[in-house]
């Protein structure tokens, strides 16, 4: 079972930039496929970004273009460099781990994840 730890998260204003990390321990990094879902006040978590075992990535609308996952199996870490920040992304983020994905495939469904980061906040200024 792993276990994940968000971290990198605070108060930027709109227009900046922020990375956020998650590091996993107790398990085999490698044969999960990765992914960051955030969650606002009064709103559902959505999903943000998703990494294959591979390396392939699969994005939001909402964030194409302007956030970047990847991941450094060596150190069991995921990263999100999130920029051109906009108040709309304000929100929890949370990194989780899917342990039944193919090689090759991702997920953006919530309940498709196994084990979740405890959040770190993100707030963007106007």
């Known amino acids: 079972q792993v276990q994940l730890v968000d971290s990198g998260g605070g108060l930027v204003q709109a227009g900046g930039s922020l990375r956020l990390s998650c590091a996993a321990s107790?398990?085999?990094?490698?044969?999960?496929?990765m992914g960051w879902f955030r969650q606002a006040p009064g709103k559902e978590r959505e999903f943000v970004a998703a990494i294959s075992r591979s390396g392939g990535t699969h994005y939001a609308d909402s964030v194409k273009g302007r956030f970047t996952i990847s991941r450094h199996n060596a150190i069991n870490s995921v990263y999100l460099q999130m920029n051109s920040l906009k108040p709309e992304d304000t929100a929890v983020y949370h990194c989780a781990a899917d342990e039944k994905r193919s090689y090759y495939a991702v997920s953006d469904t919530l309940s498709e994840y196994d084990y979740w980061g405890q959040g770190t906040q993100v707030t963007v200024s106007s």
């Open positions: 107790g398990g085999t990094f490698s044969s999960y496929a």
